[in-house]
């Protein structure tokens, strides 16, 4: 079992910088592949990003690629999802989320469906 909660989020400006944390609890976070997703009103749930167990790979929603940094530290059973020039688009509740252990561990998932756990989200809201 894996318990997550995210922190972080806030009301911003356009342009400015958030950075989320994920706390997870769990012994086999380490082995995990993890992701952020996050879900606007009245939208679908939609991927942003992904990170291997061993963290050494990452991939990204093309929108937010070059914008946001996805990071973990497996010592500390944290991941972050670093948001810079942040756009109004932006705005949605973000999830963070969990797969079971994987014996990959430079595979990062993309799909909803991929993941076993997920945190109770945080509200990001950007104006213009």
């Known amino acids: 079992q894996m318990h997550l909660v995210e922190s972080g989020g806030g009301l911003v400006q356009a342009g400015d910088s958030l950075r989320l944390a994920c706390t997870a609890s769990?012994?086999?976070?380490?082995?995990?592949?993890m992701g952020w997703f996050r879900q606007a009103p009245g939208k679908e749930r939609e991927f942003v990003t992904a990170i291997s167990s061993n963290g050494g790979y990452s991939n990204y929603k093309a929108s937010v690629k070059g914008r946001f940094t996805i990071s973990r530290d497996n010592a500390k059973n944290m991941m972050y999802l670093q948001m810079n020039s942040l756009e109004p688009e932006d705005t949605a509740v973000y999830y963070c989320?969990?797969?079971?252990?994987?014996?990959?561990?430079?595979?990062?998932?993309?799909?909803?469906?991929?993941?076993?756990?997920w945190g109770q989200g945080s509200q990001v809201t950007v104006t213009s």
């Open positions: 989320a969990a797969r079971r252990s994987t014996v990959f561990s430079g595979a990062t998932y993309a799909g909803i469906s991929d993941y076993d756990y």
């Open positions: 769990g012994r086999t976070f380490s082995s995990s592949p």
